[in-house]
Structures are given as C-alpha cells and as structure tokens.
C-alpha cells in the first residue's frame, strides 16, 4: 500500500480528482435518494447528515426533497463548490468523519463508497461509532459500499481515461486487504501521480463491524432501486442500520 495513509486528503482537494469524475450520474444519485427517503419514512424538515458529501450532489437532492442538510467533507475544495448551493436549511462545512459530530440527526448517510479509506481498522471502527453517537433515539445510518466480489472479479487492471486534453493513465490491483487504484498523467507541464486504496469489506466485515459496536443492521439492498443484495451480481451493498 502507497505509504501515503492520507492520500484522501491530497488526491480528492485537486481540480483533477473532479475533472477525471466528472462523468457521475445525477439522476442515479436522485433516484437512491428518493428511493432511500421512501424506505426510510423520512418526514420533511427531518435532520440528514450527508458524510463525505463531496459537492453536494445527494445533499442538494436531498433538501430539495423537503429535508435539513448537513454536508461533510475534508476536502476544503469541494465544499467551497458545494456552499454556492446553500440554502436556510442547507450547509457544508469541512470535516474528518473520524472526529466526532456536534448535532443528532435523524438519518446519516455515507454514499458512493466513502469509506473504507482508512489502512488502520480502528478509524473504520471510529467513524461507525461517531455515527452510532450522532444518530437521534430513532435515526438510522446508511452506508452504500461497492460490492467488494463483484469488483475485484471484474478489475480492469489498466485503461486510459480521456478528459478533454488530458489523459489519465489508471492501473488496478488487489494488494492484500485493499483494492489499489494508480492515476499517472500530465496536466500543464507537469507530471503527476495520485492513488486510491479502498479496504475489501464484504458484508462479513461490516457485521463484524456492526456487532463490535452493537449497532443493529437493518436491511441490505443491492443496488439503487433497493433491489436485495447478491454477492456474485449486485453492484452495490448499501447497508441500512442503526
């Protein structure tokens, strides 16, 4: 693994992290907030805590849904993008989701895989426990994970991606407990190179997680239409608990 246990921070504050995921699908991420909303009997004005909200795409859905939003992220640059979108009932602010959270809400979601980053299980231990703390008596959680079998069993170990002027050169492995991403490319006259190490949690992992903490899993869906999970087919595992 990259000795770089902080390549979040540096990667994902770059123009270019944004210019390479430029290509999100809007209308899938409104889709699984709807969906989400639904299932969860969520009422206007109820309190969500969006973590690791990036710009804020499933944050502004969100209140438009009718809900209070709170937005989180530590990347500094995606939340100045993210403010332009503010409202009364809607804010960002920069934060680690390995320290703990002023306010309980009624339901926190951790969407598109923003987890598992961490090399050390502990700080995956605390963000699950800092959730646990700021959930209301009633709140839920929702992490939505790629389904770790079905990713590493179609790993295109090396492609080239084509943003405009630049192409990113991405090469992929499984290296132990982690899926290792390594982006080469030349932007403005210079060379650079970011990685991306996401940990290979299954949902054993998670429940093993889930009963060190005692927190409750509720339902497991594979996908965002909340179809029900399968390890050899489903794209995603979303895991509702409290």
Same mark, same amino acid.
């Not at 703390?133 to 009633?138: C, G, I």
């Given at each position: 693994m990259n000795s770089n246990q902080n390549w979040f921070k540096y990667w994902f504050n770059t123009p270019y992290y944004h210019l390479l995921y430029n290509n999100r699908n809007h209308k899938e991420a409104q889709l699984f907030m709807s969906n989400l909303a639904s299932f969860l009997k969520l009422k206007p004005g109820d309190f969500i805590l969006d973590l690791a909200c990036g710009k804020g795409r %499933?944050?502004?859905y969100l209140n438009k849904l009718g809900f209070t939003v709170i937005g989180m992220d530590l990347?500094? #640059?995606?939340?100045?993008?993210?403010?332009?979108?503010?409202?009364?009932?809607?804010?960002?602010? =920069? !934060?680690?989701?390995?320290?703990?959270?002023?306010?309980?809400?009624?339901?926190?979601f951790n969407l598109f895989t923003s987890f $598992?980053?961490?090399?050390?299980?502990?700080?995956?231990?605390?963000?699950?426990?800092?959730? *646990?703390?700021?959930? *209301?008596?009633? $709140?839920?959680?929702?992490?939505?994970?790629? #389904?770790? !079998?079905?990713?590493?069993?179609?790993?295109?170990?090396?492609?080239?991606?084509?943003?405009?002027?630049?192409? /990113? !050169?991405? *090469?992929r492995q499984v290296d132990g407990n982690f899926i290792n991403k390594e982006i080469r490319f030349n932007a403005? %006259?210079?060379?650079?190179? /970011?990685?991306?190490? =996401?940990?290979?949690?299954?949902?054993?992992?998670?429940k093993t997680y889930f009963?060190?903490?005692?927190?409750?899993?509720?339902?497991? /869906? $594979?996908?965002? #239409?909340l179809n029900p999970f399968d390890e050899i087919n489903s794209e995603r595992l979303i895991l509702i608990f409290k």
């Open positions: %499933h944050s502004i990347s500094e #640059n995606s939340i100045d993008v993210a403010k332009k979108s503010r409202t009364n009932s809607l804010d960002f602010i =920069v !934060h680690d989701m390995r320290q703990s959270f002023e306010d309980k809400y009624d339901a926190i $598992g980053y961490f090399k050390d299980d502990t700080d995956d231990l605390k963000v699950l426990q800092n959730i *646990k703390a700021a959930l *209301k008596p009633n $709140g839920v959680a929702v992490i939505d994970y790629l #389904n770790i !079998h079905k990713a590493i069993a179609e790993l295109i170990p090396e492609e080239i991606e084509k943003r405009g002027p630049i192409n /990113f !050169h991405i *090469k403005d %006259h210079n060379d650079f190179f /970011f990685s991306e190490h =996401v940990k290979c949690l299954d949902l054993n992992t998670f009963k060190a903490l005692d927190l409750q899993l509720v339902a497991i /869906f $594979g996908d965002y #239409n």
